[in-house]
């Protein structure tokens, strides 16, 4: 067993100078009530020691980039490994992020495709190969017995001089033969027959048959060599059939060049790769009619225009009526009963008018002040950006495919799903073996997001839209794939904001940490998982002022035993206080359901807010009617769409609403 963590003179915050002896390699639940002192020994403590020692070890020059660490108030901690920790909250805010780049799934994507994708080409739907010397010899030799070959290489444009020049290198070279116009001729004769648009110099002249193959892949190499990565074999003759090789990513159907694939060519967060519209964001904002007049139903004159309707623009109010006057548009008729020839010329303009839209693009020049940013904002909408289409990557990013899909086309799969279809996609032999360790490393990452219970998240899910709980569970599925052994990892309340069906999956997930060698500690409250630790710490007995100590410290065999808060609500010789005339839980909500009247009543006669079809991410076609002037609570396991429906969906079309009003 290794050496216990020992912590001498703990006084950060309410602690009160306790010593403490914490196992390693065990599954550790650290409880007490609410304001005790957990978080300020977990993490203000634990945590901060473990990061500033590692901090400490590394170079000056690696010091200079990272925040000084102030050394907690403890007289000495022992036998500290090295700590990680994994809070329940999402603290990404940028569009950035992915669960694909967070959990470095998309990096071995990307590595896959660069290593072993096909580019396609859009326009003759032929795929791009570079030849080799092998794949064109592999080529000719099915060339029925007795073909006549002329290998060559066509004279690159880069030493096209006159024709004299010409033959007086190809001679010091010590080619012979040269092929003009489906004519072969001596390289020391010619006269005119070097100034031809396309001169094919002869490598070599062979007869399909017998070991032909090793003076084949010769004259072939210096032919690419001499051709500037271009050969041609002529069959049957001189003059006879072309066949074409190029070590150039081109395509041999319609000639058209595409970029070598590598790994920063399918990253949206790499220049070289990104979409050079949205700068690989995926999506533009742009203005949009809803919100430059977001009630319709108002006339010109009423102002139905909004971003005209302030008394600084007053101006612009009296250049639109001349101009509706000029134009015949009425101005006391609604908006949307406006033809659409007229409401396109109120929004982009006419002769002699300026409209909305460019009225409002001349003022990003003044983005530079707060108050121009947000006066547009408000008239922006994010639409899919046009070029990509909200792939985020180049357009001949989008040509590579991998068993026929794209890079952006697997990102969108479910990782269930995608884990599968790396699993039987038709590969070549070739590809397998190639790609087999880009193949594993992608797929181990993949199997640790579906055993955390992710299995559902596509690899272009932004990281910021996650849920707390999601957010976790991806950190625990790093952690997990780091496949790192005897680390301390510190959990600051991990069942908070999970499903009771949940809890389960998470302490698996810890107890699997544990198994690796390393030291998991759990602030926590949930006695299912204060149940399943190896070893529990209770500080309290209060909060603030009063708590600070340990209360207990030991086993679960000893901390049935004990009579600390927490063990008399595990055994139930305590429970929680009851209102008198209080019913059970379970009572209430049928209660509360067969209710027809009470306050909690779902005849609908309560004024209530209803949102109808909605469909961000996961969510399908649902409405809900959520009651004015009531708790409304909104539940279910991790994942099944809570925040998308409240957060991205119900919050942003009520302030959507609200703004526009």
């Known amino acids: 067993m290794p050496a216990p963590l020992r912590l001498r003179g703990a006084r950060q915050h309410n602690l009160t100078g306790f010593d403490l002896e914490l196992p390693r390699g065990r599954l550790i639940a650290l409880t007490g009530v609410s304001g005790s002192g957990k978080s300020s020994l977990a993490l203000d403590t634990l945590h901060v020691e473990g990061q500033r020692r590692y901090v400490e070890s590394l170079s000056a020059y690696a010091k200079q980039f990272l925040d000084r660490l ?5 007289d000495a901690i022992e036998n500290v490994p090295p700590t990680v920790a994994i809070e329940p909250r999402n603290p990404t805010l940028s569009s950035r992020s992915t669960v694909g780049t967070a959990t470095e799934a998309a990096d071995y994507l990307r590595l896959l495709f660069a290593r072993i994708g096909t580019t396609r080409c859009p326009d003759c739907g032929l795929d791009v190969q570079p030849d080799t010397v092998e794949t064109a010899v592999a080529r000719l030799a099915r060339l029925p017995p007795g073909t006549r070959v002329h290998v060559a290489f066509p004279l690159p444009r880069s030493v096209r001089l006159g024709g004299e020049t010409v033959r007086e290198n190809l001679i010091a070279l010590g080619f012979v033969r040269a092929i003009a116009n489906g004519v072969e001729f001596r390289v020391e004769e010619a006269a005119g027959e070097l100034d031809v648009p396309e001169l094919l ?5 062979l007869i399909v048959g017998g070991d032909w193959t090793g003076r084949l892949a010769d004259a072939l190499a210096t032919a690419f060599r001499h051709g500037e990565g271009e050969a041609v074999a002529r069959l049957g003759g001189a003059a006879g059939e072309t066949a074409r090789f190029t070590r150039s990513f081109r395509c041999t159907g319609c000639g058209r060049g595409f970029p070598r694939p590598s790994p920063a060519f399918f990253s949206f967060n790499n220049p070289y790769g990104a979409c050079a519209r949205c700068r690989g964001f995926g999506n533009l904002l742009e203005y949009h009619a809803d919100m430059i007049a977001p009630d319709p139903s108002l006339t010109l004159a009423a102002g139905a225009l909004h971003p005209w309707n302030a008394p600084r623009y007053a101006g612009r109010r009296r250049n639109l009526a001349a101009f509706c006057a000029r134009a015949g548009i009425p101005v006391d008729r609604s908006f949307q009963d406006l033809g659409a020839r007229d409401r396109e010329r109120l929004l982009h303009g006419d002769r ?8 409002l693009e001349s003022l990003v020049s003044k983005k530079y002040k707060a108050y121009v940013r947000f006066y547009l904002r408000r008239y922006q909408k994010q639409a899919d950006c046009p070029d990509c289409r909200g792939a985020r990557l180049r357009p ?15 990102s969108a799969l479910p990782v269930e799903r995608l884990r599968s279809f790396l699993a039987h996609a038709h590969l070549a032999t070739r590809q397998r073996a190639v790609g087999a360790l880009a193949l594993a490393e992608l797929d181990s990452r993949l199997e640790v997001l579906e055993q955390v219970g992710l299995g559902y998240l596509t690899l272009d899910r932004l990281t910021r839209t996650l849920s707390g709980g999601e957010a976790q569970r991806i950190g625990l599925a790093n952690a997990l794939g780091a496949r790192l052994t005897d680390t301390l990892y510190v959990l600051d309340e991990p069942s908070v904001g999970l499903h009771a069906a949940d809890i389960q999956l998470l302490l698996t997930i810890l107890r699997r940490l544990r198994d690796r060698g390393n030291t998991v500690l759990v602030v926590e409250h949930d006695l299912e998982v204060i149940a399943a630790a190896d070893w529990v710490v209770e500080l309290g007995p209060g909060a603030g002022e009063h708590g600070g100590r340990v209360v207990f410290t030991g086993d679960q065999r000893a901390l049935l035993a004990s009579d600390c808060l927490t063990a008399a609500y ?3 010789r305590r429970e929680l206080p009851r209102r008198p005339g209080a019913r059970s839980v379970s009572a209430r909500v049928r209660g509360s359901l067969a209710s027809p009247n009470g306050r909690g009543g779902t005849n609908g006669s309560r004024a209530a807010l209803f949102l109808e079809g909605a469909g961000e991410r996961n969510l399908r076609d649902v409405g809900v009617r959520i009651p004015l002037g009531a708790i409304t609570a909104v539940t279910g396991v991790s994942g099944s769409g809570k925040s998308t429906l ?14 526009g009003g």
């Open 646 to 659: 409240v957060t991205d969906t119900l919050y942003r079309a009520v302030a959507e609403r609200l703004q």
């Open 70 to 74: 102030d050394r907690p108030d403890i």
């Open 201 to 205: 110099v002869v490598t070599d002249r």
């Open 352 to 359: 002699g008018f300026e409209g909305v839209i460019p009225f």
């Open 396 to 410: 001949e990013a989008l040509y590579v495919h991998l068993g026929g899909a794209s890079v952006a086309e697997l």
């Open 570 to 572: 595990l055994t139930g």
